[in-house]
């Protein structure tokens, strides 16, 4: 497991917290990530004050490998996100020339201080940008900058998501007609017996001929068969539905 790249992400809105808007940025790019190899270690939701997204941001970016944010990058009142990042940081908030000059080709006659805006980062930020973007990525040290259109977040992501790939996770799911209660002191067992493999057991609702979907997964494809066996060799038969 020494080569699991760790990420955190930050949730930005109080459109989110107050429950007007549902968050879908966060499943997606734990998906995505998880697929990709990275292990998601966090995710916060917080309002849009500039102290508290800077704290957090430093938090994250201390912790974890990648940080992503999403929300609160466009023209009007509450967009504090940049304000909040460079505050956190200690750094000016400063005009990027070269998302200026994209911004004054897209709205040319139209430029005016709300559009400009959208043109500060925190100093020292870098962009990652192709012609299938709409507008530019804001890296700043490892914090990825995302709006929190989902529509765009998404497209935005996909563009640059092989940089972010590593060794993949393997993963086995296990069918079990069973409650956890009764196989319970065998996971922990297992558990404990292969550190390298993550275990996680889920109780699934509904008549499918099965109650819970325990999954195994690790960096090790060989840690994780031997770790398979293991919980295999110590489950009542009876209980066994499928593999997967």
């Known amino acids: 497991m020494s080569a699991l790249k760790t990420a955190g992400i930050i949730i ?35 309002p849009d004050e500039p102290e508290l997204i800077g704290k957090e941001a430093v938090e994250f970016s201390r912790a974890y490998d990648y940080v992503f944010t999403s929300g609160g990058v466009g023209p009007t009142h509450d967009d504090v996100t940049m304000s909040g990042i460079a505050k956190g940081f200690g750094v000016r908030l400063v005009v990027h020339t070269e998302i200026e000059k994209f911004l004054s080709v897209r709205y040319q006659d139209v430029m005016n201080p709300s559009v400009l805006k959208m043109a500060e980062v925190p100093e020292g930020a870098g962009i990652i940008f192709n012609d299938s973007m709409r507008f530019p990525v804001v890296l700043f040290h490892n914090i990825y900058i995302f709006p929190g259109i989902p529509e765009y977040l998404t497209a935005k992501f996909t563009v640059i998501r092989e940089r972010f790939r590593t060794a993949t996770f393997f993963l086995k799911r296990v069918f079990l007609n069973a409650h956890e209660s009764e196989f319970a002191a065998i996971l ?12 996680g057991s889920y109780p699934v609702k509904g008549d499918q001929g099965f109650r819970v979907i325990v999954t195994a997964e690790s960096k090790s494809e060989t840690s994780l068969i031997t770790a398979l066996d293991d919980l295999l060799s110590k ?10």
């Open 12 to 46: 930005i809105g109080n459109e989110i917290l107050s429950g007007k808007v549902r968050d879908v940025n966060s499943y997606f790019l734990a998906c995505e990530l998880r697929m990709l190899g990275v292990d998601v270690r966090r995710i916060s939701v917080i």
């Open 188 to 199: 922990n067992l297992v558990v404990e017996n292969n550190p390298d493999v993550q275990f």
């Open 235 to 244: 489950l009542p038969t009876a209980m066994l539905v499928r593999i997967e």
